[in-house]
Every structure is written in structure tokens, then in C-alpha cells.
């Protein structure tokens, strides 16, 4: 059973707008949450990250945002440029009892049009 | 500059021909992993090590290997390899305690024929 779940496989948004990548989970005690970001042939790159205690986290054109009710969080892209486009990955830390694993969603494939 | 680095980066074996994909870090990290990267399927843990001489089986262990001899060493050994385990292999690294990053290998693309 996936406990990290990205639901869009793919997401085309327009340059200059915003790009909106969200991610669910399941498991209340995951304390922990990093974006990555792929381009071919490389590999993930850490993005931008938010711990359990905060509800939102901005570095420049990206901000994390999470909802602990709802166990959801998003990536939020503004503006979007073309060397955006890439595959996301969310990751989840599953905190001591787990070994502090990283728990992996299947990853959305952006894509930005000019 | 800080690395995580994989040999080789592309690799085409037979079935049944052992082999060893290394992974070295420059971090002094104490938590490796080793993943494998299929379509739809994202990121799947294969094995993890915690620190020397301390290994665990990750989602998906069957017909891998690792060992942890080194702080900066985690080789990937695929005793006797079949074709289901053609795929995109990534080695990471990162600090033990859990609010912190993963840095990630350049990947190791293997096929099995």
C-alpha cells in the first residue's frame, strides 16, 4: 500500500504561471517532507523540504505547503520557466520507528509550455 | 565538492553474470541507500544502511546484495541477474537523523539480457 501517493502522473502548465504539484500521504507519523526534482539521465536533486511543525516553507519561486488535517502537501511554482520542466518526487520521512526511511511517491512529470 | 558517485553509469550483462555496481559518498554520512527507479513506480528503496556494518532490506530486496565495510562505500551486488532486473538504479546518502536531505548519485542504468 503506497503511503506516499502523487496522484497527477504528468501536469502542462503555461510559462510565466503557476505550477501546482500536490501529494498525499497517509501515515500521521511522518514528521518530515522533501520535494526533488529529475531530469533525465540525473539524478533527483533536493528542491525545497518543510518539517511537521510548519504549515509552509518558501525558497524564491518555490513554496511548500502543508496541510496535517488533510495529510496533504503541494508544490507550488511561481512563475514557471521552462527549465521547470521536470519529473517531482515528494518524500515523506517516517521518523525513528521506520529508521528514518524516505518513503517515495511515484513522482508528476511537469512540463512547461513556452 | 560534496558527491555521491556511481560505476558505471550504463551497464548491459546475461543473465546470470554476477556484478557489482559501487556507490562512494564524500559527505561523511552514516545513511546510504540504494534505489531503483521503474516506470510509474518512482523511487524504490532496495537496501539501506543505517552505518557500518549495519544493513536492511528496503521494498524491494530480492536478488540484491549489499555490504557497509566503509563509512563511504555501499556496493550493490546482483549475485545472479535477470532480466526484471533491467532498470535505473541510484545510489544516496544523507545524515542518519531524519531532518535532512538525500544526495543522490548520477544513476546506473542497467540492462539484463
Known amino acids: 500500500d503506497q503511503q506516499v501517493k502523487q496522484n497527477s502522473p504528468s501536469l502542462s502548465v503555461q510559462e510565466g504561471r503557476i505550477s501546482i504539484l500536490n501529494c498525499d500521504y497517509t501515515?500521521?507519523?511522518?514528521?518530515?517532507f522533501l520535494w526533488y526534482k529529475k531530469y533525465p539521465a540525473e539524478g533527483p536533486t533536493f528542491l525545497i523540504s518543510?518539517?511537521?511543525i510548519k504549515d509552509k516553507n518558501e525558497d524564491g519561486r518555490f513554496t511548500v505547503f502543508l496541510n496535517k488535517s488533510a495529510k496533504h502537501l503541494s508544490l507550488h511554482i511561481v512563475p514557471s520557466q521552462p527549465g521547470d520542466s521536470a519529473v517531482y518526487f515528494c518524500?515523506?520521512?517516517?521518523?525513528?520507528?521506520?529508521?528514518?526511511?524516505?518513503?517515495w511517491g511515484a513522482g508528476t512529470k511537469l512540463i512547461i509550455k513556452p | 565538492e560534496a558527491q555521491v558517485t556511481q560505476n558505471p553509469r550504463y551497464l548491459i550483462t546475461v543473465t546470470g553474470k554476477k556484478l557489482t555496481v559501487t556507490c562512494s559518498q564524500n559527505?561523511?554520512?552514516?545513511?546510504m541507500s540504494w534505489y531503483r527507479q521503474d516506470p510509474g513506480l518512482g523511487l524504490r528503496q532496495i537496501y539501506y544502511?543505517?552505518?557500518?556494518?549495519?544493513?536492511d532490506k528496503g521494498d524491494v530486496p530480492e536478488g540484491y546484495k549489499v555490504s557497509r565495510k566503509e563509512k563511504r562505500n555501499f556496493p550493490l551486488i546482483l549475485e545472479s541477474p535477470s532480466p526484471n532486473q533491467t532498470s535505473l538504479y541510484f545510489c544516496?546518502?544523507?545524515?542518519?537523523?531524519?531532518?535532512?536531505?538525500?544526495?543522490f548519485g548520477q544513476g546506473t542504468r542497467l540492462t539484463v539480457v
Open positions: 518543510i518539517s511537521s
Open positions: 544502511s543505517m552505518n557500518v556494518e549495519v544493513t
Open positions: 559527505m561523511n554520512h552514516e545513511y
Open positions: 518524500a515523506a520521512n517516517a521518523g525513528l520507528g521506520s529508521n528514518y526511511q524516505l518513503i
Open positions: 544516496a546518502s544523507r545524515f542518519r537523523q531524519g531532518r535532512t536531505e538525500a544526495f
Open positions: 501515515n500521521s507519523m511522518f514528521d518530515y
